[in-house]
Every structure is written in structure tokens, then in C-alpha cells.
């Protein structure tokens, strides 16, 4: 994450959150993240250098038509000073940033396969014991930890995966 998107993403919070709209701004960063993730093309139309600063703006005015004024204005800021290729980076860091000033946590759960709505609403239940705050749980799937899961919260892991143990059993048996 650079230091820019980390400055962009303040900046439009601190002026969304002045204009009462943090909210819909976040989902408009939220719709953001989640197109470039999913069009490789977009992420690539981005970051090319070749494409002139006036297309990029014009086909994300196009593409997130019906975003608020404060994300607007950040593309016509990113226009101005000729920074498309980092969107995508302000959008996910202003997402943690608006989480992080509404008391929303994010645990991520490594498993090795995707969780189901039973065993996400058990794993919520197990993490208001450590936390009073909101959370929200991403999913990541690794099939190399084999079964088991990896709970991170913040700066707090809880490794229960297969390939943990394994790892500890190897390491007693080389004494």
C-alpha cells in the first residue's frame, strides 16, 4: 500500500465524514475494489502508462456512473495529478480506514476450503468473546494448511491448521 493511497483515502474520509456521506462513499469504494479485482482488464487499463489521463477519467466517470460527489472528486483529483494506477489501493485503504473509525474489525479465516454460514456464524460467536467490537469475516481459502483454520484479527493470530501441527510435530521430532 503506498503512502499516497494511504493519504488520498484520509483525505476523501475526512471530507466525506464532514459532509455526513462516509458511508455511501465507503460503499461507492467497496464497488471500486471489488470491480478491479474482477476485471483484470480495468486493472490493466489503469496502470497503462500509454493511455492518456482524460480516457482513464472518462471511462471511470462512465463505469462508476452513480457515485457520490466526494468519490467523483477524486477522480478529477487523480486526473489532476495523474495517479489512476493507485484507485484501487485508495478504495480498499479508505474501506479499512472507515472500518477502523466505526469500531468494525476484520477477521480474516484462512481455511482450506470455503466456509459455510454455519461455521462463519460459530466463528462470530467465538470472537465476541475476545472482542467488543463489530467484525466482519473475510474468507481466504488455502488448500496448503489442509484442514483446521487460521484466525487473524488485527495483530492476533489463532493457528489450529493441520500444517501448523505438522509443522510443530516436525520441529519436536528434529531435537
Given at each position: 500500500?503506498?503512502?499516497?493511497?494511504?493519504?488520498?483515502?484520509?483525505?476523501?474520509?475526512?471530507?466525506?465524514?464532514?459532509?455526513?456521506?462516509?458511508?455511501?462513499?465507503?460503499?461507492?469504494?467497496?464497488?471500486?475494489?471489488?470491480?478491479?479485482?474482477?476485471?483484470?482488464?480495468?486493472?490493466?487499463?489503469?496502470?497503462?502508462?500509454?493511455?492518456?489521463?482524460?480516457?482513464?477519467?472518462?471511462?471511470?466517470?462512465?463505469?462508476?456512473?452513480?457515485?457520490?460527489?466526494?468519490?467523483?472528486?477524486?477522480?478529477?483529483?487523480?486526473?489532476?495529478?495523474?495517479?489512476?494506477?493507485?484507485?484501487?489501493?485508495?478504495?480498499?485503504?479508505?474501506?479499512?480506514?472507515?472500518?477502523?473509525?466505526s469500531?468494525?474489525?476484520?477477521?480474516?479465516?484462512?481455511t482450506?476450503?470455503?466456509?459455510?454460514?454455519?461455521?462463519?456464524?460459530?466463528?462470530?460467536?467465538?470472537?465476541?468473546?475476545?472482542?467488543?467490537?463489530?467484525?466482519?469475516?473475510?474468507?481466504?481459502?488455502?488448500?496448503?494448511?489442509?484442514?483446521?483454520?487460521?484466525?487473524?484479527?488485527?495483530?492476533?493470530q489463532?493457528?489450529?491448521?493441520v500444517?501448523?501441527?505438522?509443522?510443530?510435530?516436525?520441529?519436536?521430532?528434529?531435537?
Open positions: 500500500m503506498s503512502r499516497a493511497a494511504i493519504r488520498y483515502a484520509k483525505a476523501i474520509l475526512d471530507i466525506a465524514t464532514a459532509n455526513n456521506n462516509a458511508s455511501a462513499v465507503n460503499n461507492d469504494m467497496k464497488v471500486i475494489v471489488a470491480s478491479v479485482t474482477g476485471s483484470q482488464e480495468l486493472k490493466d487499463f489503469l496502470v497503462n502508462p500509454i493511455i492518456k489521463g482524460d480516457a482513464k477519467f472518462n471511462a471511470v466517470k462512465e463505469i462508476f456512473a452513480t457515485v457520490q460527489n466526494e468519490t467523483n472528486g477524486l477522480f478529477q483529483l487523480l486526473l489532476a495529478n495523474k495517479r489512476f494506477e493507485i484507485l484501487p489501493a485508495i478504495a480498499s485503504q479508505f474501506n479499512t480506514l472507515f472500518d477502523q473509525v469500531g468494525v474489525e476484520t477477521a480474516v479465516v484462512t482450506a476450503f470455503p466456509i459455510t454460514a454455519e461455521i462463519e456464524a460459530q466463528v462470530l460467536n467465538k470472537i465476541k468473546e475476545f472482542s467488543s467490537n463489530s467484525i466482519t469475516i473475510k474468507n481466504v481459502v488455502d488448500e496448503s494448511i489442509i484442514g483446521g483454520f487460521i484466525l487473524r484479527i488485527g495483530d492476533k489463532y493457528n489450529v491448521s500444517a501448523n501441527k505438522l509443522q510443530q510435530l516436525k520441529r519436536e521430532f528434529s531435537y
